[in-house]
């Protein structure tokens, strides 16, 4: 065994596989894997192994698809069979909800270059005789897909590399992580120590612990999980090629062929978490003691809809841990706070999902980025709220919910409320209805007195449709009130602050008492971060965005270097903010200071420190709701305070409280991104017009060199906002057409209450980017006309903003 390598892979699982064979495929082939038992012992050798290409996020989707697609190359690369089954696969709608749910993925497959087809029950039936027609309403047949040999499918990845020089430690167990000076890890082993630069953790069923050596707790957590083969199954035997693969979203269960039987498996909603606490080291190539008892309420639904399953008998029950995210999705990239510690696990699918997970993190490793947006899969989408505990409660409510509908209004009830602003029981007396977000409470809507506040889940437009355009209309024409402490927000002071700044933001950075738009860049030059930063005094910033990207952003700064004298401060639990935004909302805010808040002595994109009511506050004179408007920003002890003042003193102006959709309905008709949806890593400052913010003639910047090549080259694609003609909302990523043609993606849309428009917006071809353009929007199956609007239809000018 090496003493020493560049990387350290830990575990031999399907993901760690990957991982290896992906950096020696970057160039990297001093790279080793430590396996403390067999190559695939952990959840890979007992899986199901089906594989398919679909996920909410749509660069997961593509990297599903790349997953699928690899496994050719990876047999003739290793010589291993991987045991492929292309069969493709079916996906079976009982009702008309899960047929909305087909719909959507449908939409979304033509962009992506998957070919998917909305067929009738009886057309299924063709491909998988085994369920009864009369049960299901339609049904989405994938063409990509089927399922792989686990085995097979490790030993492929591992073989390719080894080809090349990586090395497999199998039987070896890592015991212990110690960080060194030089920044690498000394990886200490029962059969003796590795130094190395990078540890990557592909543990599996043991990342949590793997986490732990290096003093890190990851929020992630095995389940159990069961699937029955059967005995032969006439039915199964007369078919003169395989069976597709199928599942069936309203019998929670999911099938395919094994042998001349079927395999059956299910996420059943009474689940078990496997090893609550610590994994014990010395589970091998093991299962779990089965319990029909649990499966048998979806047993009993999967014979009725599968009815040759129920006339087999069982041969076996595969009951086997694997591990999950309290979203279910993987846990993949550099973890904040520890140098060069990769994180590769929480990977619930990966057979469908390993090849991706590869690709991204040795990217990530060999070239500093990932190469796309890979936020859904991030483990710095997690805060430090994702504790063990919530992890406990938060996956077995993912795992039991893995086959429901996820409704795109929809709000998980399991760990809440976690945290609250001060305000959390003002804004439930005031009828609010929250949403989670970053751990957070926030008030997405206020139901009014006589109204109960849950919000029923929906493609379509929910109950609270006709309550957010009330909100809305109230902001336009009168003041509304939001509390906005769930943006992101960072303090940087300090002599160097300035000047750092000016080296992370591509804007130029403002002059005391003024705000600027700050988009921020990767050396890629595409997007990594849409702020505003205000200016409070020389030394001193205020910079607003994403609450979701804190850690993010965080780990962002921290890879770029922070210098010494200059302080960067997260401030999600230090800062709380209220919003004031409509015409009467500088009325309300004069009426609560001595400062003068008029238009000359406070002027669009101004910040400063002020009194109002009794509380010291920062006020920027900005508003996402793209009206006049105030963001007012106090600490936490003094939120209360604020809220009260404001909300007595704004009454007889018509003060109405107004929650984060009406916040996304407003920001629609006046054309503005956001981030995560229009501004993202995939695109850069021209295709999404943020580079009227670039001060591309600035010395330097983070991005500044692929920037200047970006703008230099016309741009493929662009940004654009569309007013689309239909009665029903886009999710996102729809395929936007142009006759047969997918010609760009939805990012985002919604209604645009004020405008009285539905609209979405997304990226096109750039040659459609023009005012008027007629293209359609696949929703949920149907092409929708879509019209390009250049102009925002709310106050094109700005004026509103700016008076
Ligand atoms: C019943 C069942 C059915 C499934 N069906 C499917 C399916 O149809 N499709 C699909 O895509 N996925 C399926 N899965 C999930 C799939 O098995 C997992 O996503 C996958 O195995 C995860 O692989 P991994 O490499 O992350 O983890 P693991 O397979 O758990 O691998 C981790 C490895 O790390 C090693 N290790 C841990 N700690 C150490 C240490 N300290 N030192 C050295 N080595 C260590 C372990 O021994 C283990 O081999 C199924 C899982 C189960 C249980």
């Known amino acids: 065994m090496k003493s020493q390598a560049r990387v350290v892979v830990i575990g031999g699982g399907v993901v760690g596989a990957s991982?290896?064979?992906?950096?020696?495929?970057?160039?990297?082939?001093?790279?080793?894997?430590?396996?403390?038992?067999?190559?695939?012992?952990?959840?890979?050798?007992?899986?199901?192994?089906?594989?398919?290409?679909?996920?909410?996020?749509?660069?997961?989707?593509?990297?599903?698809?790349?997953?699928?697609d690899l496994y050719r190359e990876i047999e003739k690369s290793s010589g291993q069979s991987c045991g492929i089954h292309a069969t493709g696969n079916l996906v079976l709608a009982a009702t008309p909800e899960v047929l909305d749910n087909l719909k959507l993925m449908h939409s979304r497959a033509k962009y992506l270059g998957m070919e998917t087809h909305l067929i009738t029950p009886a057309e299924a039936h063709k491909l998988n005789p085994l369920f009864d027609?009369?049960?299901?309403?339609?049904?989405?047949?994938?063409?990509?897909?089927?399922?792989?040999?686990?085995?097979?499918v490790t030993h492929a990845y591992t073989g390719a590399a080894r080809k090349v020089g990586a090395e497999v430690y199998?039987?070896?167990?890592?015991?212990?992580?110690?960080?060194?000076?030089?920044?690498?890890?000394?990886?200490?082993?029962?059969?003796?120590?590795?130094?190395?630069?990078?540890?990557v953790n592909a543990g599996g069923l043991w990342a949590r612990e793997i986490g732990r050596m290096a003093g890190i707790e990851l929020p992630v957590l095995a389940m159990e999980h069961m699937y029955i083969v059967t005995e032969p199954i006439p039915e199964v035997a007369a078919l003169a090629r395989e069976l597709l693969p199928t599942t069936d979203y309203f019998g929670e269960i999911y099938m395919r062929q094994?042998?001349?039987?079927?395999?059956?498996?299910?996420?059943?909603?009474?689940?078990?978490?496997?090893?609550?606490?610590?994994?014990p080291w010395d589970f091998n190539m093991q299962l779990l003691p089965d319990d029909l008892e649990r499966l048998a309420p979806h047993l009993e639904l999967g014979f009725k809809h599968f009815p040759p399953i129920g006339r087999a008998g069982i041969k076996k029950v595969v009951n086997g841990p694997f591990t999950f995210a309290p979203d279910g999705n993987p846990l993949v990239g550099p973890v904040r706070g520890l140098r060069n510690f990769w994180s590769a696990c929480g990977v619930m699918a990966g057979f469908a999902q390993g090849g991706g997970v590869g690709l991204a993190l040795a990217r990530w490793m060999a070239e500093g980025d990932p190469g796309a947006d890979v936020f859904a899969m991030d483990v710095a989408r997690f805060g430090a709220f994702a504790t063990h505990p919530y992890t406990l409660i938060k996956v077995p409510e993912n795992y039991s919910r893995r086959f429901r509908i996820a409704y795109p209004n929809e709000e998980l009830a399991a760990a809440r409320p976690l945290r609250r602003t001060p305000v959390y029981d003002r804004l439930k007396s005031a009828g609010a209805v929250f949403g989670a977000s970053f751990g957070l409470e926030v008030a997405l809507?206020?139901?009014?007195?006589?109204?109960?506040?849950?919000?029923?889940?929906?493609?379509?437009?929910?109950?609270?449709?006709?309550?957010?355009?009330?909100?809305?209309?109230?902001?336009?024409?009168?003041?509304?009130?939001?509390?906005?402490?769930?943006?992101?927000?960072?303090?940087?002071?300090?002599?160097?602050?300035?000047?750092?700044?000016?080296?992370?933001?591509?804007?130029?950075?403002?002059?005391?008492?003024?705000?600027?738009?700050?988009?921020?860049?990767?050396?890629?030059?595409?997007?990594?971060?849409?702020?505003?930063?205000?200016?409070?005094?020389?030394?001193?910033?205020?910079?607003?965005?994403?609450?979701?990207?804190?850690?993010?952003?965080?780990?962002?700064f921290e890879r770029l270097g922070i210098p010494d004298g200059v302080s960067v401060r997260p401030m999600a639990s230090a800062l709380n903010g209220l919003m004031i935004a409509g015409p009467k909302s500088r009325e309300l805010l004069q009426r609560l200071t001595r400062n003068d808040v008029s238009n000359t002595a406070f002027k669009f994109f101004a910040a400063r420190e002020m009194t109002v009511g009794l509380v010291p506050a920062t006020v920027a004179r900005a508003s996402y709701a793209g009206d006049l408007g105030y963001e007012i920003w106090c600490s936490?002890?003094?939120?209360?305070?604020?809220?009260?003042?404001?909300?007595?003193?704004?009454?007889?102006?018509?003060?109405?409280?107004?929650?984060?959709?009406?916040?996304?309905?407003?920001?629609?008709?006046?054309?503005?991104?956001?981030?995560?949806?229009?501004?993202?890593?995939?695109y850069t400052p021209v295709e999404?017009?943020?580079?009227?913010?670039?001060?591309?003639?600035?010395?330097?910047?983070?991005?500044?060199?692929?920037?200047l090549r970006d703008r230099a080259e016309p741009p493929k694609k662009k940004l654009v906002a569309m007013v689309v003609d239909s009665d029903v909302e886009v999710v996102g990523y729809e395929s936007i057409m142009l006759g047969p043609e997918a010609v760009g993606q939805v990012t985002s849309g919604g209604y645009a209450h004020w405008a009285g428009k539905s609209m979405a917006m997304g990226y096109v071809r750039s040659d459609l980017a023009r005012d008027g353009t007629e293209l359609d929007i696949l929703i949920f199956g149907e092409p929708r006309r879509a019209r390009v609007q250049a102009t925002p239809l709310f106050d094109a000018n700005g004026g509103r903003q700016r008076r």
């Open 19 to 68: 991982v290896l064979y992906h950096l020696t495929k970057l160039g990297w082939p001093d790279v080793v894997l430590v396996e403390k038992h067999e190559l695939t012992a952990g959840s890979t050798w007992h899986a199901a192994a089906g594989v398919h290409t679909y996920n909410s996020d749509a660069n997961v989707s593509r990297l599903q698809k790349y997953t699928i």
């Open 445 to 556: 809507w206020y139901a009014p007195d006589g109204m109960e506040p849950v919000e029923e889940p929906s493609y379509r437009r929910s109950n609270a449709f006709p309550i957010v355009r009330e909100e809305c209309l109230a902001v336009r024409h009168s003041v509304g009130i939001m509390d906005i402490s769930g943006f992101g927000k960072y303090e940087i002071t300090g002599k160097g602050a300035a000047a750092w700044l000016d080296r992370v933001l591509a804007c130029r950075v403002p002059k005391p008492g003024r705000m600027v738009l700050a988009p921020m860049l990767n050396e890629r030059g595409t997007i990594m971060g849409d702020f505003s930063l205000a200016r409070l005094a020389d030394d001193r910033f205020l910079m607003i965005g994403s609450g979701v990207a804190e850690v993010f952003h965080m780990r962002w």
């Open 258 to 279: 094994e042998g001349q039987g079927a395999l059956l498996g299910t996420y059943e909603r009474d689940c078990r978490i496997w090893s609550p606490d610590t994994a």
């Open 170 to 199: 199998r039987h070896t167990r890592v015991t212990g992580l110690s960080p060194r000076r030089d920044g690498g890890w000394l990886v200490q082993t029962d059969k003796g120590d590795i130094t190395c630069e990078h540890v």
């Open 636 to 682: 936490p002890d003094y939120q209360v305070t604020l809220y009260d003042a404001l909300v007595e003193s704004g009454r007889d102006l018509g003060l109405c409280h107004f929650g984060g959709r009406a916040l996304m309905s407003l920001r629609l008709e006046k054309n503005y991104g956001a981030f995560f949806r229009e501004f993202r890593p995939d």
């Open 688 to 707: 999404s017009g943020l580079d009227r913010f670039v001060a591309y003639d600035k010395a330097d910047f983070v991005g500044r060199a692929a920037a």
């Open 133 to 152: 027609p009369k049960c299901f309403v339609g049904a989405l047949h994938r063409a990509d897909g089927g399922h792989v040999d686990p085995n097979g």
